[in-house]
DNA sequence: TATTTTAATGATTTGTTATTCAAAATTAAA
DNA sequence: TTTAATTTTGAATAACAAATCATTAAAATA
């Protein structure tokens, strides 16, 4: 019985993430994804269903790991809420500096299949976003995060800060260096605007 | 010589609004937002080169309305950087308040034409960021703002968590009160995570 | 009223690209 | 070496939708 050669399956993600960043997933043509990846256009169809099942499994991919990660970082009984979340910054941006074409397949692409989902998107990310939670409600608890903060507002405005800087910095790699915008959104969000204001 | 009856420029302007905001510009047809404007597939290409210039239009029509808003302000010597900090909150908020659907098409298209721009993208955008900034550094020169802060980075960072918000309310306007969100952005953004910290 | 000019139309054309599928190639087992 | 099972192929197809343009209709002008 023939066994597949080599790794087809994964030779497809990661140029579909090659070809998906750089065109944008609307405009990238599957005839590609497979050109780069070096396999027919018809190999493509034989591990995905369609096209965008390939997208939806890169960020399958993606989340998968990130929630993992953050995982175990919560569970840590020892580390300061402080600490932790400048953990949750570096796990993400660790994520996006492994491959910066994640990064803007993620940004421009995932907002649009959340709204308009015809398939299921990952469980991984709803489970991301409650551990982030958790780890803030945690600082909370232990009175040294602000407790006027709601939550469920909070979770998009960081989420959405965090989507447009790593989006920045993916396009524009010259100009801002990743770990100024890292150190940056860990200061923004711990302290604000104000001066001396609360 | 034959006058335009009514005013279909604006009828297809205002469809497109609602056709890109349902289906997201990829899959919007130029067909339906005609039927929507009532006027004929034709039509649309008589008033417009093509689909992509209907959308710039829309982009165009929303930062030049949102630009002469904060111009305004802006020039206001009375007012202080925290009022005028929640003021510039407000014009965003208030534009959306207006069409939820602006808000969408605006989250879900601007970044993907910003990125993979062909054709020119409204200069009103830059000068609204532009004179967002100069609101902010007038906080930090009068040393009511923190200073740490790198501005470049920061309006990123705010656009972004603007942008997820606006999103998330514009989605799903159950759940979400457009006066918690806003109210929360003026709060995180002066405050932070940090209770006591400075 | 006749003529000219321009707006408006929508069926048709054109171009694009996701997906299919019959055939070819490859490998493992007999 | 042959056979069978499975993978791989890529040209062909089907589906879709943007854009066109020959035609019609309405207003302005003479």
Known sequence: MRHKEGNKREDI???AIKIFAENGYHHAKIA???EVANVATGSVYVYFENKEKVLLEIFDEIWKDMYNNLKELVDKKEVSPFEKFDALV???FDKFTE???IALVMVNEQNHLLTHKKEKFTEYYEKFIELGVSLIQEGIDKGVFNSGIDLNIYKHYLLGAFRD???T???DRETFSL???RQSIKYFSKYGLCKNCM
């Open 13 to 15: 993600i990661k140029a």
């Open 32 to 34: 590609k994804v497979a």
């Open 90 to 92: 570096d796990i993400i």
């Open 99 to 101: 491959s910066p074409e």
């Open 165 to 167: 800087l790593v989006n």
């Open 169 to 171: 910095w993916a396009t």
């Open 179 to 181: 770990n100024s915008i």
